[in-house]
């Protein structure tokens, strides 16, 4: 482990080690109903922050096999959607502890809610999708068209119609406030850090990722 | 030169359809079937979401089943045949028309049945004809592009009802949440930003799949 090449992931721990401490540590305001359970921001919302960012990177793959035709693009653009699902799941699990926690049920009826099951289901699809084809360039290609019209509706769907609904109990919807806004200034110390070394955790797990793969299928091919 | 390419291969399927009425009879069967169903197994008026969920729930099964069969009807030689003469473009715009003037067409006529055995809900006609024919003019969009995908593959309907539905579903929320306005009130307050967002979303499909088509015509 050389300092000069993997000095990101060594900072990605480290944040992500200050933002769990420090998450529990800090100050935070005295709200209602939420008490201190609002340190589940510094969790729950990162997860959701690292998925939409490692996302965003399996689309800008897609685009480029597209683009160019090389299977290695592919196999990043595959795992990064594998990574974006287990944060997707983990942004899901700590949801419903907040949300049995504050609104007494783990899951309930809303806007916000509903978008983050599509969108997982509609990844699941992709793998399901990647499974049913064999030929390597036939599977990447059809693969990264479903990748890039689900992720362009996604956006619009699951970014755009839940601000549109009102009465929400999910915070950022039309309903209620965002508590991004309002952020307490010692909150906001802890969270960008926390989104930025989840992100580099992200990126950790999907470069061990795809590296395994194209070891594996190194190996294959001399076998 | 393109809109001649779309214009030609539009009135091939319609031609074909209108000989054979293989589409439209089955889905129209299907339909009146389900409906039929329903009238039995509700032996009381029902209320207004129900009427709403079931119409549309009836709605999203037959067009899924309407749609599916777009790009499994023509043989590998056609295909070929039809990869030499005409661009991607064309093709996918042209499936997508017609998938679109096919959806519409059943929509309607399902309306009418429907509203005739299990009554009539609506408030707001204008409104809920607007949804109802944005919305199916949604799903025809979102699953033309979802079939051309699945044709890719071993062609299962299964693999295509699994990559349609998480799409559709926020599709089908916003349609039943304006459907359902219709249904309770006249106005017509509050819903402009659904409708207009139901319009960008047909925009938006359409554009992915002139754009992505390509990609999956050639092989």
């Known amino acids: 482990m050389t300092l000069s090449k993997d000095w990101w992931k060594i900072l990605g721990v480290t944040l992500v080690l200050y933002s769990i401490i420090a998450g529990f540590l800090v100050p935070v305001p005295e709200l209602r109903v939420i008490d201190q359970s609002i340190r589940n921001l510094f969790f729950h919302v990162c997860m ?54 504050t609104w007494g049920a783990p899951w309930v009826n809303d806007p916000q809610l509903n978008g983050a099951a599509v969108s997982i289901l509609a990844y699941f699809a992709y793998t399901v999708l990647r499974h049913s084809m064999d030929e390597d360039h036939k599977r990447a290609k059809v693969a990264a068209v479903y990748n890039i019209f689900a992720f362009v509706l996604l956006v619009i769907f699951v970014g755009i119609l839940p601000k549109m609904s009102s009465g929400s109990l999910h915070p950022g919807a039309g309903g209620s406030p965002s508590t991004v806004a309002t952020l307490d200034n010692v909150m906001r110390l802890v969270f960008y850090p926390a989104i930025i070394g989840w992100i580099l955790i992200g990126t950790w797990i999907l470069n061990i990722r795809v590296r395994y793969i194209r070891l594996k299928q190194e190996a294959d091919m001399n076998a | 030169m393109l809109v001649a390419e779309i214009k030609h291969l539009i009135v091939k399927d319609v031609r074909l359809e209108l000989k054979q009425k293989y589409a439209l009879n089955g889905i129209l069967l299907y339909v009146v079937s389900t409906i039929f169903v329903c009238y039995l197994s509700f032996t009381h008026i029902i209320d207004a979401p129900t009427w709403n969920s079931l119409f549309w729930i009836i709605m999203l099964f037959a067009s899924v089943n309407a749609v599916s069969k777009s790009f499994v009807q023509e043989s590998q030689g056609r295909q070929l045949y039809y990869y030499t003469l005409s661009s991607p473009q064309a093709v996918i715009l042209s499936k997508i028309i017609y998938n679109i003037l096919l959806m519409g067409v059943l929509s309607l006529l399902s309306l009418i049945v429907f509203a005739a055995l299990m009554g009539n809900f609506i408030r707001n006609m204008p409104l809920f004809v607007l949804s109802l024919l944005l919305g ?56 402009y930003q659904f409708i207009l967002v139901l319009m960008l979303i047909n925009l938006v499909v359409v554009t992915l799949a002139f754009l992505l088509f390509p990609y999956l015509w050639k092989d």
Request: proline residues 2%; glycine residues 6%; hydrophobic residues 55%.
């Open chain 1, 48 to 101: 959701w922050f690292a998925m939409m960012a490692i996302f965003t990177v399996s689309l800008a793959y897609s685009i480029r096999y597209l683009s160019g035709f090389d299977i290695r693009q592919d196999i990043l653009a595959a795992q990064a959607v594998n990574v974006g699902l287990l944060f997707g799941l983990l942004g899901i699990v700590t949801g419903m502890e907040w949300a049995n926690f």
């Open chain 2, 136 to 191: 199916s003019f949604g799903f025809a969009s979102v699953l033309t592009m979802i079939s051309a995908i699945s044709s890719r593959t071993n062609n299962n309907f299964a693999l295509m009802a699994i990559l349609s539905f998480p799409i559709m579903m926020p599709l089908l929320i916003t349609l039943m949440k304006v459907s359902k306005q219709a249904l309770e009130s006249n106005s017509w307050d509050g819903n």
